[in-house]
């Protein structure tokens, strides 16, 4: 083949593959190009593809149509009370109207960062440091709501502003790290006192209730060493009672058998002045008897008492004589039905019952001290019902 022809189909191919290329456009998802048509605006491609007029259509930008996020610099800003911070920013948007984003300004991007940068110093200005600090959802509003207002007519939607940083003055940081520090070092102040105090407070109430019991307690011990001590004194008294009746007894007993067996034996007044005699010497016994006088007329009164009690027998001497027996006076160990209850050990049940019921409140558990009222607590129902006089406990025969 002629190298002539092949030159020309070689270009004729490359001007076919031009006119294609020049033709068919492809644009990527979430992507649109602005096309112009000899220098004019003519549309905006969508994702897909794409035909032009080769030689007159050419895609004047490509514009990304996701959410971008852009973070500025930090910017100085000076607030109400006259100190500088610095503050970063972060700025959400997206682009909605890719022939506006082309044509209505020249950079989208530096547009936002000095939009952003003006609206913050302008919403700034007018807060206090500590509102500043403690205000960044009410800031981040304002300035997304004044950005998307502005940046409308270049077709963004700006979704979210945030600030990323506040930064106050190093010798601003400062204070506030030490009004931090007092601060806590104050509520530190605060709750120990709180701590002290709710302690004093627990320890005088734990001390109420241990004085109030205390004093229940000893007023429970006091009833019940009175009661034991009456009791005592009672039951002692009865026994000197019936000891003494039964001492009596015997006494009585004793003095009837001697007196039975000198009745038996019929003595002379002879025998009674040797008896005399013989107690002399146990008479005179005892430190304080230095002297002992007899009586010349001892035996003349011995003498005359037997013959006014007694007979002459056939030797002629006189001789005691008994009277007849009567049987109308009681044997000496006879116990009398009046004092026949002096000899009863059995306990009272009066008593028993009193005792029992003492016992059983000092044996009450103690209540917790968070279900201990303030008040005293009112006498135990069981001391109160307890007998106050002797004649009521011990009947009316132990009185």
Same mark, same amino acid.
């Given at each position: 083949m002629d190298p002539t022809a092949l030159i020309v189909l070689a270009v004729i191919i490359l001007l076919v593959?031009?006119?294609?290329?020049?033709? *068919?456009?492809? *644009?990527?998802?979430?992507?649109?190009?602005?096309?112009?048509?000899?220098?004019?605006?003519?549309?905006?491609?969508?994702?897909?593809?794409?035909?032009?007029?080769?030689?007159?259509?050419?895609?004047?930008?490509?514009?990304?149509?996701r959410e971008q996020v852009v973070s500025f610099p930090p910017q100085p800003v000076i607030t109400q009370d006259n100190l500088t911070v610095s503050?970063?920013?972060?700025?959400?948007?997206?682009?909605?109207?890719?022939?506006?984003?082309?044509?209505? $300004?020249?950079?989208? #991007?530096?547009?936002?960062?000095?939009l952003t940068t003006t609206t913050l110093r302008n919403v700034v200005g007018g807060m206090s440091l500590e509102e500043t600090l403690t205000s960044r959802d009410a800031i981040n509003t304002?300035?997304?709501?004044?950005?998307?207002?502005?940046?409308?007519?270049?077709? $963004?939607?700006?979704?979210?502003?945030?600030?990323?940083? #506040?930064?106050?003055?190093?010798? #601003?940081?400062?204070?506030?790290?030490?009004?931090?520090?007092?601060?806590?070092?104050?509520?530190?102040?605060?709750?120990?006192?709180?701590?002290?105090?709710e302690s004093a407070i627990k320890t005088a109430e734990g001390q109420k209730q241990a004085a109030i019991l205390g004093a229940e307690g000893q007023k429970q011990a006091a009833i019940l060493t009175a009661e034991a001590a009456r009791q005592s004194s009672i039951l002692r008294a009865q026994g000197d009672r019936a000891s003494q009746y039964l001492k009596s007894q015997g006494q009585a007993k004793a003095i009837e058998k001697v007196f039975?067996?000198?009745?038996?034996?019929?003595?002379?007044?002879?025998?009674?002045?040797?008896?005399?005699?013989q107690t002399l010497p146990k008479m005179a016994e005892g430190d304080?008897?230095?002297?002992?006088?007899?009586?010349?007329?001892?035996?003349?009164?011995?003498?005359?008492?037997?013959?006014?009690? @007694?007979?002459?027998?056939?030797?002629?001497?006189?001789?005691?004589?008994p009277p007849e027996q009567t049987e109308d006076a009681p044997p000496a160990e006879a116990v009398e039905d009046a004092v026949q209850d002096w000899f009863d050990t059995s306990t009272n049940p009066e008593v028993a019952e009193a005792v029992r019921a003492a016992e059983a409140v000092a044996r009450k558990e103690v209540p917790a001290p968070g279900e201990f009222g303030t008040q005293v607590p009112a006498p135990r129902p069981?001391?109160?019902?307890?007998?106050?006089?002797?004649?009521? +406990? +011990? @009947?009316?025969?132990? +009185?």
């Open positions: 593959v031009v006119l294609v290329a020049k033709t *068919v456009l492809l *644009v990527p998802q979430a992507t649109a190009s602005v096309i112009e048509r000899l220098g004019r605006y003519r549309t905006v491609a969508q994702p897909g593809l794409n035909l032009l007029v080769p030689f007159f259509d050419r895609v004047r930008a490509r514009v990304d149509l503050i970063d920013t972060v700025v959400y948007f997206q682009v909605t109207d890719a022939r506006s984003a082309v044509y209505e $300004i020249s950079n989208y #991007i530096t547009g936002v960062e000095q304002q300035l997304r709501g004044v950005l998307d207002k502005e940046t409308g007519r270049w077709g $963004i939607r700006v979704a979210r502003v945030e600030l990323k940083a #506040i930064d106050p003055p190093p010798s #601003i940081q400062d204070s506030m790290e030490k009004q931090m520090r007092a601060d806590r070092e104050k509520r530190a102040m605060i709750l120990n006192a709180e701590g002290t105090r039975a067996a000198v009745k038996r034996a019929k003595p002379t007044p002879e025998l009674l002045a040797y008896q005399y005699l304080a008897n230095k002297v002992w006088v007899v009586p010349s007329e001892f035996t003349k009164s011995l003498e005359g008492f037997a013959r006014s009690l @007694g007979k002459a027998d056939e030797e002629g001497v006189f001789r005691y004589e069981g001391i109160a019902q307890q007998p106050t006089s002797t004649a009521e +406990t +011990t @009947g009316p025969d132990q +009185t």
